[in-house]
């Protein structure tokens, strides 16, 4: 029987809790046992405040699920004591005692190519069959949980669609470690994420490049950055809110966020978060130099934006039906670099690979500074809900509380400015690099 983190135990077999889980218990310690043929939880009961344990083994998808428990333990110790009984006796076991009877189907694979291999993205197919890449693995874990309620997730997955699916199981991973469990009874919206705090729903969206639209390279910097960038967002946005997910009889009163996550471009999402908040707010933080050399942040009004014949007011949340949505999130991290880093810290990955990030952090709303860390080291810490921001709704028929997403970087529009509340770190952006030893072997992964 061996330890493994939280981290370590998430990733592979987080998504097994049901949501009254975490009402009535508080887990304890993680372990592992046979090379992770067997998991094993130590749980505190809340009512009793007595202990407990489960034993989870591999059902026929692949997925881990429950095949023992133990409850009314006296102390932590003498629970932990037990479960190095259990989990001797169940690593034993043949992988078929471990099967539930309900399983339907085959298990999901997001690698086994559904489409030509002229058609598969080309960072998918990179990263698919490539040793160098710890967030395969990561996925391959995921894919077993990952419910495909459309029906063509592994299809847009490996084709047109990476980015955005991506995106979506980032904020699949993000919940989960906040203590969030998933309902997918309903196809719309998204998720419908259920914890201790509450319920929301969210609804996940992406900025994706422009078919026919203006050319970029022929933009000046203001019209990039002061008008083409605010009019993606409210293009993403403002299509979603023509759904009228708040129109549909299961969603009612519940929370409704959009998640939207910028890929108009190769790494855009590190440079336009500005253009996000200027476009749900309707004000530009700016940066100021005094003439003592200090600097100061203030706040401008933004009207409309413009370009060619296209006007758009901004301030999405003063917009018409807007006060459904009760909040905005984004990450500029939820991308696939943030699954390679993630898996590392998670055990994933060879050990020789050498994983360095460089990128921006939040000095206030307008000002930034340069960072550097490296992720294989053994003082790197990381968390999926690093570089989160939420972006309350000042209309909000239903406002969202802090507290049901206590880590993310929370942003109020109030008196005509806006007050946030970051975390110590809080990165704008950022750039990883995956550093192979000399004697690596990145030998390419079968698929099938």
Known sequence: MKPISKLRFNSIAGYVRDPILFV??????????????????????????????????????????????????????????????????????????????????????????????????????????????????????????YEDVDGNFVEQFQTTGFDARVWELYLYAVFIELGYAFDRTYAMPDFLCTGIPGKFFVEATTVNPSIGGPDIEALTEEQYFYHYLPLKFGSALFSKLKKKYWTLPHVGDIPLLFAIQDFHQPFSMSWSTNALIEYLFGVRPVLLQREDGATASIIEDVGIYKLGEKEVPSGFFFQPDSEHVSAVIANPSGTFAKFDRMAYLAGFGDRKLQIFREGYRFRGLAALEEFQAAVHSSDYSETWAEGLSIYHNPKALHPLPENYIPTAAHHYFKNDGILSHMPEFHPAGSLTKIFLPKDFIDVKLDNS
Not at 53 to 60: A, I, M, S
Not at 106 to 130: A, D, G, T
């Open 24 to 145: 009535i218990s508080e887990e304890m310690e993680w372990y592992e046992a046979g090379n992770e043929k067997v998991l094993g939880v130590l749980f505190r009961d809340r009512t009793d405040n007595d202990f407990g344990l489960c034993v989870l083994g591999r059902d026929q998808l692949k997925r881990f699920r429950a095949v023992r428990i133990v409850t009314s333990l006296p102390s932590l110790k003498r629970a932990r004591n037990q479960l190095r009984i259990e989990l001797a006796k169940c690593v034993k076991l043949k992988k078929e005692e471990f099967y539930q009877g309900d399983e339907k189907g085959e298990p999901l694979n997001f690698f086994k190519p559904v489409v030509p291999n002229e058609k598969l993205n080309r960072v998918f197919r990179e990263v698919s069959i490539r040793r160098a890449h710890p967030g395969r693995d990561l996925l391959a874990e995921m894919m077993n949980w």
